[in-house]
């Protein structure tokens, strides 16, 4: 069971975005939130699409907003 997860995972690739348009990838997950908050400091609007790497269809965004209180 464990085997497909590790594998479905393997066929993704992550690109860090600024409004839609992919700057930088493919990467992997720990890769793309490294660089995403290394760069954050920088920008704003940056995000993380998740693609899979047989159909090049997204299948998911990360944002990290900030959270107000």
Request: hydrophobic share 40%; glycine share 6%.
């Amino acid at each position: 069971m464990m085997r497909a997860v590790e594998m479905e995972q393997s066929m993704l690739h992550y690109y860090i975005c600024y409004k839609g348009r992919r700057l930088w990838g493919p990467m992997t997950k720990e890769e793309a939130i490294a660089e995403l908050f290394e760069l954050n400091r920088a920008f704003t609007g940056l995000s993380i699409q998740i693609v899979d790497a047989r159909t090049n269809k997204i299948k998911g965004e990360i944002n990290p907003k900030r959270r107000k209180k």
